[in-house]
């Protein structure tokens, strides 16, 4: 199988079946899936959802906040209000990014390089600097001709049939990876893989990548495999993840009706 556009590439799969590891993922979706909703519900949900991807996100990055703080970003981004602090504008970014990878989802989007640059920074239109300032320096995108035809050439690849013959554990490990090895993004590059990823979970109906506080120390080591061609501690780690993230949900919705 064609491997993704890199000097030295990608493996595409583990070598052992993980079969048992997407019908014990599935099983856990269908319970949620059982579960009758209101729409005030769903929303409710999926807010809870996005809390979650968040304290996961910037937790891979050391950056711990709490989920209070999180729900106040979450109001402060429905009244368009943006936050001050550094540390605030980030939970913000980081809620917005799933918000957007959510929408991509709805409208069918396929991963291009117009998406991914969303997924990394939400705000980037509004970033534009007032007429006789300089632009702030935060955008973080080395834009330079190499690196944005190695993100385009990458989103294209991702569309091929190649890719598509794979599971979604394995199509948003190879993403996280890939975009780690790449690095385009001065920062935000782990926030804005895990994000880009979880396109490819939610695609297949399951939640976005949401790594578990404990789970988190296997996240680095995973890497390094991976990036020597070793794919299957990282699958094995968002299999793990994403079995965990549907269980909260469910126990979240339990709470919500008591």
Same mark, same amino acid.
């Given at each position: ?10 493996p ?46 910037l ?11 999180i ?11 943006r936050?001050?602090?550094r ?21 069918g ?5 117009? !998406?991914? $640059?969303?997924?990394?920074? +939400? #705000?980037? /239109?509004?970033?534009? *600097?007032? @007429? ?11 834009e ?5 035809a190695?993100?385009?050439a ?13 599971n ?8 996280? !990876?890939? $975009?780690?090895?790449i690095? +385009? #993004?001065? /920062?935000?590059?782990? *926030?804005? @893989? ?6 490819f ?12 506080e ?23 780690l968002?299999a793990?993840?994403l ?16």
């Amino acid at each position: 199988m064609q491997r993704p556009p890199s000097g030295r590439g990608l493996p595409l799969a583990p070598a052992s079946p993980i079969h048992d590891s997407i019908n014990r993922i599935a099983g856990k979706q269908s319970e949620l899936t059982n579960v009758v909703l209101s729409a005030d519900q769903q929303a409710i949900l999926r807010a809870f959802v996005e809390r979650e991807f968040t304290v996961s996100a910037l937790g891979l990055t050391g950056v711990d906040v709490s989920r209070e703080q999180i729900a106040v970003s979450q109001k402060s981004l429905d009244t368009r209000t943006r936050a001050d602090s550094r540390r605030d504008r980030k939970i913000q970014s980081t809620l917005a990014s799933i918000s957007i990878v959510y929408s991509a989802i709805d409208r069918g989007e396929l991963l291009n390089t117009d !998406l991914l $640059l969303r997924i990394h920074d +939400p #705000f980037r /239109e509004a970033a534009a *600097a007032p @007429a006789g300032q300089e632009a702030e320096a935060g955008q973080g995108v080395k834009e330079s001709a190499k690196v944005m035809a190695r993100i385009s050439a990458f989103c294209q690849w991702t569309a091929a049939d190649s890719f598509k013959e794979l599971n979604p554990l394995e199509q948003a490990a190879i993403i996280v !990876l890939r $975009l780690l090895e790449i690095r +385009p #993004f001065e /920062e935000g590059n782990v *926030a804005a @893989a895990v994000g880009a990823g979880s396109l490819f979970t939610m695609r297949a109906g399951w939640p976005p990548i949401i790594i578990p506080e404990h789970l988190r120390p296997k996240f680095k080591p995973a890497i390094g495999e991976g990036l020597k061609m070793n794919t299957r501690p990282l699958v094995d780690l968002l299999a793990e993840s994403l079995y965990e993230a549907l269980e909260s949900s469910i126990e979240f919705i339990k709470d919500l009706r008591t």
